[in-house]
């Protein structure tokens, strides 16, 4: 018996997966080979453009950054990314970064960014 709660110590909580946590408009790529991540951040990022949904955090973490480098450089030449940013402190900071898609009506009409 837990002495805080009354439970039986025995009975344990089974572990949430840590591959993919999928809330509205966040891709959480934590703890994930490149190669994983950023098949999963493809396949995410056309589910979330589909459903009308044009800003998304993909949270990558901030260990050694090699995950947060490879997700921005795929973001870079994604056709449905209009821009991406680092997040804020607030908003997650080094560990996060901050997408806007096209929307659908300026994507059918061709509009790309300058530069």
């Known amino acids: 018996m837990c002495?805080?709660?009354?439970?039986?110590?025995?009975?344990?909580?089974k572990p949430i997966s840590n591959k993919i946590i999928k809330r509205e408009n966040e891709i959480h790529l934590r703890r994930m080979q490149v190669a994983e991540a950023l098949i999963i951040l493809d396949r995410m990022l056309n589910d979330l453009f589909l459903s009308g949904q044009y800003?998304?955090?993909v949270i990558h973490g901030k260990g050694t950054g090699t995950l947060r480098q490879a997700v921005r450089q795929a973001l870079a030449v994604h056709p449905l990314i209009k821009e991406y940013r680092p997040?804020?402190?607030?908003?997650?900071?080094?560990?996060?970064?901050?997408?806007?898609?096209?929307p659908v009506q300026e994507r059918q009409e061709g509009k790309r960014p300058l530069g």
């Open 3 to 13: 002495p805080r709660c009354g439970r039986d110590a025995s009975v344990r909580a």
């Open 55 to 57: 800003f998304v955090r």
């Open 87 to 102: 997040a804020f402190l607030h908003e997650g900071g080094e560990g996060v970064t901050i997408v806007e898609l096209w």
